[in-house]
């Protein structure tokens, strides 16, 4: 239960930090995608190699073309989304993802207006090492709880049995 609640509080805080993290990138890249300027989009999703948890982002146009993207080796988001229906195109390219990664779209907003969409595939990974560290120090305390419990409940038998000896 404890480790399941370590879970669940860890991700929604790391969920929060990372939506925060792309609404920030977000309406920096306004300017850019009003403008279409590749070079500042490109300028700014490089200040997402700072985030240790930011694997690649990309933003996209209104009508869904790729204006600019950054570490995307893998080739993990799409080169287009769908103007029409872009959350179509990014559940699917976040079903392609690895494991412990996940897709967080944000729209770009400009005077209330869409100028675009900011997604960055993002990992989980420290959360679950965290989960591991965790564990293992539940399992450490719990071992040494049973050993001290199981030398002292020896140690009480055998008084038990001296006493009971003695009153025969």
Known sequence: ????YQYVSGRRQLSAELNTEAAIIGAN??????FNDRQAAQEILEATRLSPWIVSGALYRTDG????????????LPQQIGDS????????AEATLPIFN???A???FHDRA????????????SLYVKMLEYLLGMVA??????LLTQRFTAGLRRKMALTEEQLE
Request: proline share 4%; net charge negative.
């Open 65 to 76: 073309k790729l204006l600019a993207s950054v570490n995307d080796f893998r080739r993990l």
């Open 141 to 146: 305390i719990g071992t040494l709880a049973f």
């Open 102 to 104: 996940h897709l967080i």
């Open 106 to 108: 944000q729209q770009v």
């Open 1 to 4: 239960l404890l480790l399941g």
């Open 114 to 125: 869409p100028v675009g969409t900011l997604t960055l595939v993002v990992t989980y990974e």
């Open 29 to 34: 890249c306004a300017a850019a995608l009003m």
């Open 85 to 92: 229906d872009p959350t179509a195109s990014i559940d699917a």
